[in-house]
């Protein structure tokens, strides 16, 4: 299944650098998201983005700056991050936004991100 | 406040045996939908199962099948003839509320035994 994909699939990277995780759907969905997955936690949603205009921001921390600018892709920038902020992050795609219907998320395959 | 609960952190099935999978949810929102994730080593989510609070039957997919039961609260996965390739992260999930985002349960972690 490449519905969801997600480049790139690990991560390493310093306190000081930026970088940016890109997710892509192939499906035809007007909705994307950014889940976290930390160990031992259940996955936290950080983002929605529905129709390319964000409707969700859980309280994440302003390291974290998401861009949408298409419904077929959906970026996380990252910068000045903490060794707490490694995790696998994850994206997802539904065809409706999250109040319209009971439509699936389906997921992409994450991105293992390590901050030394 | 919605709450997903999965009260087994890892279980054990012998290869081509049943197991089910517990999960209990907590809702006031009268209309919710239930899902159920699966995540291999890999970790990528893979979508199995979903249930409507509204439907009447339990919904089945292939070996997957999910107990629903209303008054308890509870959308148990049923995982017949048990297979090598179903050892992963199995992940319950509540989506309603007032956005109608998905909340995830910890997971329960299935090792199929040859």
């Known amino acids: 299944e490449t519905g969801v994909t997600q480049t790139p699939r690990h991560l390493v990277m310093g306190m000081t650098n930026k970088k940016s995780l890109k997710c892509e759907q192939h499906?035809?969905?007007?909705?994307m998201y950014w889940y976290k997955q930390s160990a031992k936690k259940p996955l936290e949603l950080m983002f929605v983005?529905?129709?390319?205009?964000?409707?969700e921001n859980n309280s994440v921390p302003s390291r974290f700056s998401p861009e949408c600018p298409n419904s077929s892709h959906l970026f996380l920038h990252l910068h000045t991050l903490q060794p707490e902020d490694s995790a696998l992050y994850l994206c997802?795609?539904?065809?409706?936004?999250?109040?319209?219907?009971?439509?699936?998320?389906?997921f992409g395959p994450g991105t293992r991100l390590t901050v030394l | 406040a919605q709450k997903i609960t999965q009260t087994q952190p890892g279980m054990f099935v012998q290869e081509k045996e049943a197991v089910t999978l517990d999960c209990t949810y907590d809702t006031s929102d009268p209309s919710y939908g239930l899902f159920w994730y699966k995540q291999p080593s890999s970790g990528e989510m893979i979508f199995l199962i979903y249930?409507?609070?509204?439907?009447?039957q339990n919904a089945t997919e292939g070996r997957y099948s999910l107990n629903f039961q209303k008054a308890r609260k509870s959308a148990n996965l049923v995982i017949s003839a048990s297979q090598l390739g179903d050892s992963a992260m199995y992940f319950c999930a509540m989506r309603g509320g007032s956005q109608g985002n998905l909340i995830f349960g910890k997971g329960t972690k299935l090792s199929v035994k040859p």
């Open positions: 249930q409507g609070s509204y439907d009447q």
């Open positions: 499906l035809g969905h007007n909705a």
């Open positions: 983005y529905s129709l390319e205009e964000r409707v």
């Open positions: 997802a795609s539904s065809l409706s936004p999250p109040l319209v219907g009971a439509d699936t998320q389906y």
